[in-house]
């Protein structure tokens, strides 16, 4: 069964902060993604990527960024936190172009 | 026109009823269509693939209608457990990543 691991369940962090999410994916899957879902507004999706060391923006990148050195590990970075950027935070990885998504179980950041 | 629209309900049905959602996606070029199911502050979770030829698996049926950029998903006999959101979920041309709609929400009483 895949398994798609997110670092924290719950995080709270100060405006200003540097805050690193990290997923980690173990079945060797090439795409990976990072979504943010707040209500009302359904899944955005921030980046994604289909190789090490390669990024797409997704629909709503600014104030984020993401780093892919490892094929199992993809980490999204919030440079400067803020609290609009408080939310629940979705990582998922696929194998194949046309096959369903593999979610983690989410990171709910909050921003004070 | 917003890519995947769903009607957000809430759906309220008692247990047994068949219920029917229904969703439409803008890209005519999308390839592959998906439901997946998402349960009070948990992620989502892929409930079926959507074909074509339109598929079923036990109480639930997804039909596809591409001409009219078209999904559907039918759940028969109702249970208190499939209380949930339903997501639409579209992929646009082969590598783009997936397209969620904002969920339908169902609510199954005793």
């Given amino acids: 069964d895949v398994k798609v691991t997110q670092s924290s369940r719950y995080l709270v962090k100060r405006t200003g902060e540097k805050v690193f999410l990290e997923c980690v994916q173990d079945m060797d899957h090439e795409n990976m993604f990072w979504y943010r879902q707040d209500p009302g507004l359904g899944l955005r999706l921030i980046y994604f990527s289909y190789d090490v060391k390669m990024k797409e923006k997704g629909d709503i990148p600014e104030g984020y960024s993401v780093s892919r050195e490892k094929k199992e590990r993809f980490s999204l970075i919030l440079e400067s936190a803020s609290t609009n950027q408080t939310s629940m935070y979705l990582c998922a990885s696929i194998r194949g172009q046309n096959q369903p998504q593999h979610f983690g179980d989410g990171t709910r950041l909050s921003i004070l | ?110």
């Fill in chain 2, 1 to 110: 026109r917003k890519e995947v629209e769903q009607d957000p309900g809430p759906f309220n049905v008692p247990e047994g009823a068949t219920v029917a959602f229904n969703c439409t996606y803008s890209n005519s070029a999308s390839q592959s269509f998906f439901w997946y199911r998402q349960d009070c502050r948990k992620e989502p979770k892929l409930l079926m693939s959507v074909y074509s030829s339109g598929n079923e698996d036990g109480r639930f049926t997804a039909q596809l209608n591409r001409a009219s950029q078209y999904i559907s998903l039918l759940i028969r006999d109702s249970k208190l457990s499939d209380s949930a959101t339903y997501l639409c979920v579209v992929r646009g041309q082969a590598g783009t990543a997936l397209i969620f709609g904002k969920g339908t929400t169902l609510s199954v009483s005793s």
